[in-house]
């Protein structure tokens, strides 16, 4: 194996491979960066630029918008309150609250170098125990998915620690507008009123654009309309201490182990890898009041968490040709493009492919660290821009971004309707996030549920005779306990 990974390297570092790499790398932090264009928009939208190429320089390209993607979305996140992606909308909480406090070239290189860590992580363990975490992934079926997510949904009370109810109320809203669209079982309408734009519920990327990003811009809008806009904050160039890296290295290690495992769960992707390592976080620190409020060890979490799952979701795919999530699905059609079968006998006839791809892995996130770091100076500007000037943008990426995902003027529609929801909640300091959290996890928590009950024929046994699904259910049961022992103390 090590000869097939520093064969990999050399390739990777050749002036054929090496340039195409840092082109993807950058192509997608500047995609992730805008809301709406996804890493997997971002893939898709290249694919058909690799149909000439040969395999590795194609994979390789693609990789590394992936790589790039996830760590763009927390740029947008922690400067403008706008998640580029919804993996990044975790890295809000603690981000742009640092960001408010002049900190944002601090924020922006501990998302920088967590990123780099869980990515960093993410890759070693899928070269070293790949085959080991795709078995593991298999044992997964509709019981262990819905503990999966509704162990997911315990971090609302998490996230929501500022009041529960409010948070819960949050999450409920989420999960009713979850249950919009076909049955997941019978295929009958629900709630669709007979417009035929519901049948296939809401996307959650126009949800995510107008509950942050479209909903901040009307904040800061009605501040402008009233005079009581504020300079922009003064950001000093500091980036993070070695303090600040002692704290958030073992978190960091930590969330990308956590991530690179969730990831290699086919259908758990970033995004919910980053809400459950940020609880896991808050969980286990001595200070947890300090997360939502800037906190270094919150935002590495967050990042290490969703950038853990660029290499797990890759496990099922090389070993297994069973795609781990949205961007594993493209990227399983280039390698079907170029020849290759993705699952054990691809190490065996196309070794150089694999430990290229490998390699590159390694190397896109060292490139995108060295992005990240130099390139803060440049990504700070943006909150010198005038918010006279700034709103007016934000609302137009918000716009094109929505109606990109499907070309359809109803995602307009629904980001612009959950804009004005997003605004009216932050009236009432209800949170955004158990919302977003609850559409993204909702329909994963019905649909395995009810196949699991159809698969035990009504019973709920499944809950406590297979150990995996028992394991998520006592993690979720341990959450909701400690978060509340959290505020009982609090209260005292």
Known sequence: MLEHLLSGLAVAFSPAVLPILIFGVLGGIILGALPGLTATMGVAILLPFTFGMEATPALVMLIGVYIGGIYGGSIAAILLKTPGTPAS???????????VRGQAARALSISAVASFVGGLISTIILIAI??????????????????????????IASVSSKNILKGLLAGTIGLLVSTVG???????????????????????????????ALSEALSQLEKLVGNKHTPPPKFDHKLLSKQDLKDMLPTAIKSGLMG????SVPGAGADISAFVCYNEAKRVAEDPDEFGKGSVRGLAAAEAGNNGVTGGSLVPLLTLGVPGDAVAAVLLGALIVQG???????????????????????????????????????????IEVP??????????????????????????????????????????????????????????????????????????????????????????????????????????
């Open 89 to 99: 909308a975790a890295s809000v909480l603690d981000g742009h609250t640092m960001a």
């Open 130 to 155: 790949a085959p080991m975490l795709a078995t593991f992934a298999l044992r997964f079926n509709a019981p262990e998915y819905f503990a999966l997510a509704l162990f997911g949904l315990t971090i």
């Open 182 to 212: 076909l049955d997941p079982i019978s295929s009958v309408p629900r709630f669709t009123f007979g417009n035929m734009d519901l049948y296939s519920g809401f996307n959650v990327i126009p949800v995510l654009i107008g509950l942050f």
């Open 260 to 263: 690179t495992t969730i990831g």
């Open 340 to 382: 290759l079968t993705p699952g054990p006998l691809l190490f065996a006839q196309n070794p150089e492919v694999v430990y290229g791809v490998f390699s590159s892995m390694l190397v896109a996130n060292v490139i995108m660290l060295g992005i990240g770091i130099f390139g803060i100076r440049f990504f700070c500007r943006i």
């Open 387 to 492: 918010k006279i000037i700034m709103i007016p943008i934000i609302i137009f990426l918000s716009v094109v971004g929505a109606f990109a995902i499907n070309n359809s003027m109803f995602d307009v529609g629904i980001a612009i309707c959950f804009g004005l929801l997003g605004f009216v909640l932050n009236k009432i300091e209800v949170p955004s996030s158990p919302i977003l959290l609850a559409i993204i996890l909702g329909p994963m928590a019905e649909t395995n549920l009810r196949k699991a009950l159809l698969m035990y024929e009504g019973s709920w046994s499944f809950l406590y005779d297979r150990p995996i699904a028992l394991a998520f259910i006592c993690l979720a049961v341990f959450s909701v306990y400690s978060t509340l022992k959290i505020n009982r103390r609090k209260a005292q």
